[in-house]
């Protein structure tokens, strides 16, 4: 979540509150920035539930589909709209934002946010990914050991990782935030 939110949203797009704004329109926009940018096509798509259902149940998007005004918009007619076969995938992972103990505070890690990116199966320290995961050691573990807590009379079961994301091809993504 902390690389999303440290990325600044591009400028003018993500209304898709009105209905005159094609919201296709806009995502081949941002197909044609990536590739002008890398000269490659971006081949994932990342979208918020929130932002999901604004994108599917817009009159534009209906439109696009025979039918569509009674059965909304799959994510399958979706990949097929898009001007680049790139693979759509909807972010449901919620979080609380209080601290144990406190009322319960739910909230949407990716919300009404749209990332279009370049991203590997298989990403080597030579991939055009817009993003890696950095580790020092296979799997991510560095150490696994147990340890006894004598307070709670209970075994300690710790695992020490190391893991670093990085944003290492900024060109190859661009965001999208809802208003």
């Known amino acids: 979540q902390t690389l999303i939110d440290s990325m600044t949203p591009v400028s003018g797009k993500g209304v898709w509150s009105d209905p005159d ?3 296709i329109k806009e ?20 979208i918020g539930f929130a932002a999901w259902v604004v994108l ?11 039918g569509a005004a009674n ?34 505070s739910a909230q949407q890690i990716f919300g009404a946010k ?6 590997s199966e298989n990403p080597t320290v030579y991939d055009p990914s ?11 573990v560095d150490a696994v050991y147990s340890y006894r807590e004598t307070n709670c009379r209970s075994d300690i079961l710790a695992v020490d990782w190391s893991e670093e994301r990085q944003v290492v091809y900024q060109e190859a993504a661009q965001l999208v935030s809802l208003t």
Do not use: W, Y
């Open 21 to 23: 704004v094609d919201p």
């Open 27 to 46: 995502l081949d926009e941002l197909i044609q920035n990536i590739v002008t940018a890398t000269g490659m096509m971006p081949n994932r798509l990342a």
């Open 56 to 66: 599917r149940h817009h009159p534009k998007v209906l439109a696009r589909q025979p």
């Open 71 to 104: 059965i909304g918009v799959s994510l399958e007619q979706l990949k097929g709209m898009l001007a680049a076969p790139v693979e759509p995938r909807v972010g449901i992972l919620s979080k609380d934002a209080n601290k144990f103990g406190k009322a319960k």
């Open 114 to 119: 749209v990332l279009l990116f370049i991203g």
């Open 130 to 140: 817009f993003a890696k995961t950095f580790s020092t050691k296979r799997g991510s």
